[in-house]
């Protein structure tokens, strides 16, 4: 993992009329006029630059600096949920060994925004078995954007912050034919992994492809155990094309295929025979656009999501179901910049419409009885458009960043079948509804000589999800509870405080990072004792409601250490609260955590011991399911080696996670599901040139 501030990416658009762009350089003036406070562009900060730098983490994947990327990695070819969760920032809600839920602040994919390359996907399954991190692999993606907090608003509407997954593109590098193959191999689950890309650029034209695929028996936690039900099987396909038309001006393509089947979730009551996602986007780009109007991005994207979810291999189930979901989303997104001597601005008109819909039929043992069927989505539609601003403001000895987001949101309930069902608690329910959303941030920054500061307030909002709006009897295996969705709900609302003092040297670099969210119209299930359960078992029903209030902290201290040339130590340890109005323990908030490695990188050879840990869960609330998670401490170790033969490149890296077989689980891992127990891997890395 790296940390590193990024310099603006080349902006993107589609190819127009020239009476478009002029239309287009119009509204941008007239938005800047009238909206004269905004937030910066992630922009490359020269030395002695006060420019502002974001509460940003940069999670580097892969890049074409290097054929091979890999010994800047701990574990090559391990899923991108790994790579997220060995940040410093995102902790996962693991359900089975697949498609883990990304958690920022304390806070998972309701409150945050998930995007690709910035497009808008959201998932298909009513259990969030399909976050957006699952339908894209290492092998495509350069780096992963996690934004903190309002910080996040250029890709949303965003409580806790955003994450923004950058496909890989050769971008016209002067290459030529460059690919590689890859295969790894783990004995924790017996993963089979092998992939391999081809890609072909010039100055004028580039041609990305890459394939991997991923199968995994159950695996075994510490001690031996097998956990049933977390086997996985899947592949992934993509491709992206770029062509230059002039220097000025260049038009590009991707497409993701993505499909995972035979999905085992040990925690929960069923399983995915098959989720599966189309992913496309063209893109135009014109550097130069209107006087002082640079970067004309435009993208247009669409995405298809297919999500099925059964229990026919799970034994002595009380009545068989199937649930498949089905969502569709397509946007757009257009973003120029403007800069003189004091001011960056960035400019962005996004949106997109998305259509969710899931069901669920369940099949009576007694054939002489009816099967019943229910519509836990109700094919709902979701208009959303926006328009984000960016200033970056240089001051004498310092700078500020001033940011806006203004959205309109409409919800449709389309099928008259589940609007009539929701209608059964809610008869005055309209079928349509439109929210305004809205977002504002300032952040201040300054360099003391080997000091800086970095402080800032934010208020956002965001809308209830499809969920929490408009499902219908959805079963959460975690506190055992049906939930039904509230379409009246008010929109959740956060105040944000963040702080951040680093103290860097040559050798020697300390950070102290905090922030505190008081949310108020905090969304969460409450029990509604009149309501029976649909789901056999089940201990009762709950409703999205409004809390009067929540709060939530996040503090967090880092430290790294030059100890020789060859040889680096780096620690992080932090404290996490969220509490409501009435005192009671939030779900899902962290305990103490900490973790270290000691890396070791010399010519072609690399290694590394990391150990990672928590205290024990004292804050936890069993209202929603928790209970008190034991403290555990973990450790693996992982080396290294290049070789050369002329151009071409061969690494090899060898490795154990959980070194001593421990035995435990998170906070985050649901109904106490085990990790995995010692588990050797190995992968193997051919790049031709």
Known sequence: MKIKIM???????????????????????????????????????????????????????????????????????????????????????????????????????????????????????????????????????????????????????????????????????????????????????????????LNYSNERFYFDTDVIYRKSENYTAGGGEEVLFSQFEKYNVSANAGYKFSDDQKLSASIIFDEAQDVGYPALAMDVSLARAFIGSVSWLQNDFLGRFTDWETKLYANTITHIMDDTQRPSVPIHMDMPGWSDTYGYFSQTKWKNERHQVLLKLDGYYNRSLAEMTMYPNDPNENEMFMLTWPDVRTFNSGFYAGDVIQLKGSSIKLATRLTVQNFNVADEFGLNSLRIFYPEMAQHQTRFLKSVSAQYQTNLKSWHFNGGLSYGDRAPSVSEGFGFYLFNSFDNHDYIGDPDLKNEKALEGNAKIAFKKADFSLGLEGNYFHMTDYIIGEIDPILSVMTIGADGVKIYKNLENADLYNVSFDGEYKILPALKWWGVVSYHRGTDQEGRNLPFISPFAYGSNVRYSHKTFTGTLAMRGAGQQVNFNPEFGEDKTDAYTVFSLTLGKQFSFGLDELYVKLGVENIFDAYYSTYSDWKNIPRMGRNFFATVSYAIN
């Open 7 to 197: 310099g603006s990416p080349h902006c993107t658009m589609l190819a127009g009329p020239k009476q478009l762009s002029l239309l287009f350089g119009m509204l941008c003036c007239l938005s800047l006029a009238t909206h004269g406070h905004a937030q910066e562009r992630k922009v490359e900060v020269e030395q002695d630059s006060v420019l502002p730098i974001d509460l940003l983490e940069v999670i580097v994947i892969s890049s074409h600096k290097k054929k091979l990327e890999h010994n800047a990695h701990t574990k090559p070819l391990s899923t991108l949920d790994e790579y997220l969760e060995a940040s410093q920032k995102v902790n996962m809600i693991k359900r089975g060994a697949y498609a883990w839920e990304p958690v920022l602040n304390d806070m998972s994919s309701e409150r945050l925004a998930i995007t690709i390359d910035g497009m808008h996907i959201l998932g298909a399954c009513t259990d969030k078995m399909d976050p957006i991190t699952s339908y894209v692999d290492v092998s495509n993606l350069s780096e992963a954007h996690v934004s903190s907090g309002q910080q996040g608003a250029e890709y949303g509407n965003t409580i806790g912050g955003a994450i923004d997954l950058k496909v890989e593109k050769s971008n016209f590098r002067p290459t030529d034919w460059v690919g590689s193959v890859e295969m790894g191999g783990e004995s924790g689950n017996n993963a089979q992994i092998i992939g391999g890309e």
